[in-house]
């Protein structure tokens, strides 16, 4: 097996006396990480020391992510056993968590109880407070994940594993566990994506059939699914185009953008990049010649999602309380609900109210709907993401959702996504006199 | 719902925007600023609104007083007559910059718009009086002193029948079903965080807004109706997963329930099907409030039935 050392880029703590950086005429380029670790040139599989820093862990994704755009630059296909990099944004809800609390929310979610029987995994701890490895298996499939909990709220997972095989366990985990769920990214906030690197191409999913509250066999039915990868400069056209009032608007969801993503401006610098698929799921995929450039693309767009979510937890979340200066009888109330209005009236409301509070993926809120009158019902949920209360009143064309102070606002968030994907692409999320929230 | 919770519930959604319903208010920048307070006016003496609203934008406060009968008090109509923009600076902690000028309004049913006025008319008071009628709320007696609150209430359309029902959910008027909707997801969510018991207190705090500064008569009929459904839960819907706690004896001395069985913890395919469960028993639990005329034998889970 042909090991090689990663390509020598320097570092005060790494290298000996006497070394220095490489100089390359009269331009030193300084790189921002330091990279230690070895790997296969063949397999991809790692071949190195455990990692125990996010220094190496840095220095070994990069090295990941520049023989994977090398392998499909050279042959336009990965070889057996290499992979792309994979990032994960995930919230997780552990209050003001210390390191051993992320530990063990981490050896829950992974636990057998968890995962289900044949499975397994190992949580490593590292020199770094909030960084972890895991070694996971359920049944055929295995994965490593590193996990950067630095945020102790939303945590940054990364994988150089068998993607199929990395999602099936993360998907598992998160939909098993109530601590963990994924940021999810509405439409708009990955059309924002596209503005952070030059454009490359969308992937567009919609399936109404995961609430199915219309017949799709008849003549005037609306869209069951719509599903198309557009890459290339002309994919904003097209997106352009299927948004028009007659052709699919409703139905026309964008799930995935890819970007290529520079470190400094390109102008600049174009050596270091990187080509980044981004999920509206949270999941981005990535390769190219500079991780830092892909860490700086997750950090902004999680800086986006964790300031809408925080925002809405901040303003949105019903409270009562004493005016300022006031005795504490002297009570008021501060929030406002969310409001959600569609393209379309609800077509049979039982049947839409079935589906998404059922408790189940995609949308995870549990509740018994009541009949308020025939158009109009009032359900009294649980997120079983959090178990956090949440209040929705459902009439054909809005829902209004009452968060209460404490409550996640990734519930709401991970609702108006899902509708955009799963009911209607127009959905809207506003606030108090109809100002738009995304 | 009730005359006094509709009319709650219905200021503060106007206030707040919310989708539905008519944004003048929202748009001249009142927000509710005290529910039910009870503060004394320039003679001193006490005046108990049923919500007061202001607003920095236009520097106005509105103290609203509804009935749902058909008179008035020429006793309270007097006091409200003697509150000055000190008293709600001073005593209600309204920001100064809000209530620069204020009006006292008086809100009927449509169907006693003929006595509802008369009090306010014999007293020679100047408060504007207003009906909901099928269409809204209308003025008819006298105008606000604020030009701009008048026109927000002139012609104010509402539907009724969406209405929020969610800022305050319940009062002693709410049927057992409403009780029962808004109980057991608390008592769920106490499971999932492992407690032993279910405490009628928490329950109360949880489900009602203001409950700790409620009148102890008000809040013992609310008290009265958690119990009832969470003991009716305990001893058919939920019997499996929680009892009655004992009091007498007991070494906890207030109003609980025992968790006897938590299928919500532990490995997440078992949590899966529990949650299936539960909203069956929710729902029969609901069911049962709402229709107790027709219920129906329903096999819940391994010989359970309701």
Request: proline share 4%.
């Amino acid at each position: 097996m042909g090991v090689r050392a990663r390509r020598g880029f320097w570092s005060a703590d790494r290298l000996g006396a006497g070394q220095g950086p490489p100089v390359a005429g009269i331009r030193i380029v300084l790189r921002p990480t330091t990279l230690f670790a070895l790997q296969s040139t063949r397999s991809g599989s790692a071949q190195f020391m455990p990692i125990t820093t996010r220094r190496e862990m840095a220095g070994w994704l990069e090295e990941v992510m520049s023989h994977a755009y090398t392998e499909l630059e050279e042959r336009q296909r990965l070889e057996a056993g290499t992979s792309l990099l994979k990032t994960y944004l995930l919230e997780a809800h552990s209050g003001n968590a210390e390191h051993g609390d992320v530990l063990r929310i981490l050896t829950a979610a992974f636990s057998t109880d968890a995962l289900g029987e044949r499975s397994g995994a190992q949580i490593h701890e590292t020199e770094e407070e909030f960084f972890f490895r895991v070694e996971a298996n359920w049944a055929t499939n295995s994965a490593e994940f590193y996990v950067d909990a630095t945020d102790h709220r939303f945590w940054v997972l990364h994988s150089a594993s068998n993607s199929l095989k990395a999602d099936r366990i993360l998907r598992r985990v998160i939909a098993n566990d109530n601590h963990l769920d994924c940021a999810w990214l509405p439409m708009q906030l990955l059309e924002h994506v596209t503005t952070m690197g030059v454009f490359k191409g969308l992937h567009l999913d919609y399936d109404h059939r995961e609430v199915p509250d219309v017949e799709f066999d008849v003549p005037d039915a609306p869209v069951e699914y719509l599903k198309m990868q557009l890459w290339g400069n002309r994919a904003r056209d097209i997106l352009r185009i299927l948004r028009q009032p007659d052709a699919f608007s409703s139905a026309t969801t964008l799930s995935k953008v890819k970007i290529k993503h520079y470190l400094d401006d390109q102008r600049i610098d174009e050596a270091w990049f990187s080509l980044d698929e981004v999920k509206w799921d949270g999941k981005i995929t990535a390769r190219g010649t500079s991780y830092q450039s892909h860490i700086n693309l997750v950090n902004s767009i999680y800086r986006s999602y964790a300031e809408k979510v925080r925002g809405f937890e901040e303003r949105f979340g019903l409270r009562y309380e004493a005016a300022e200066g006031a005795p504490a009888a002297a009570n008021a109330m501060s929030g406002e609900p969310f409001n959600i209005t569609f393209s379309r009236p609800i077509g049979n409301l039982e049947k839409f109210l079935s589906a998404v509070f059922s408790g189940t993926e995609p949308f995870r809120l549990w509740g018994a709907p009541v009949s308020i009158n025939e158009n109009y019902f009032r359900v009294t949920a649980l997120d079983l993401h959090v178990t956090n209360r949440i209040t929705f009143e459902v009439a054909r064309d809005f829902i209004r959702v009452y968060l209460p102070h404490g409550s996640c606002g990734n519930t709401v968030v991970r609702l108006y996504t899902n509708l955009q994907h799963y009911y209607d692409s127009q959905v809207l999320l506003t606030a108090g006199g109809g100002e738009s929230l995304f | 719902m009730s005359f006094n919770l509709q009319l709650l519930n219905l200021f503060f959604g106007m206030c707040r925007g919310t989708h539905g319903l008519p944004l003048a208010l929202h748009n001249l920048g009142y927000i509710p600023e005290l529910v039910e307070p009870s503060f004394n006016n320039s003679e001193d003496r006490l005046v108990a609104p049923d919500l007061v609203l202001a607003s920095a934008q236009i520097h106005h406060t509105v103290v609203l007083e509804w009935k749902s009968g058909a008179n008035t008090e020429a006793d309270q109509l007097q006091r409200y007559s003697q509150v000055t923009p000190a008293d709600l600076i001073a005593k209600a902690y309204i920001h100064r910059n809000k209530c620069e000028t204020h009006d006292v309004a008086i809100i009927g049913r449509d169907e006693h718009r003929v006595r509802i006025p008369i009090g306010v008319v014999d007293g020679g008071f100047g408060f504007p009086v207003l009906v909901t009628t099928l269409q809204g709320i209308e003025i008819i007696r006298n105008a606000f002193s604020s030009a701009q609150t008048d026109a927000a209430f002139r012609d104010l359309e509402v539907n009724w029948g969406t209405l929020p029902t969610t800022f305050f959910p319940l009062d002693n008027d709410s049927g057992l079903w409403e009780f029962a909707e808004h109980a057991i997801p608390h008592a769920l969510e106490e499971m999932v965080k492992g407690s032993p018991r279910i405490m009628l207190d928490e329950l109360g705090k949880r489900m009602i807004p203001l409950w700790d500064r409620m009148r102890p008569d008000h809040k013992g009929q609310l008290k009265q109706k958690i119990q009832r459904v969470m003991n009716r839960a305990a001893q058919v819907e939920f019997r499996i997963h929680f009892e009655r706690g004992a009091m007498r004896g007991g070494a906890i001395n207030t109003p609980h329930w025992n968790i006897i069985d938590n299928p919500l913890v532990g490995a997440a395919d078992k949590r899966q099907k529990a949650w299936k469960a539960m909203l069956k028993k929710h729902q029969a639990l609901i069911d049962y409030y709402r229709n107790p005329e027709g219920q129906e034998v329903l096999e819940l889970n391994e010989g359970e039935a309701v």
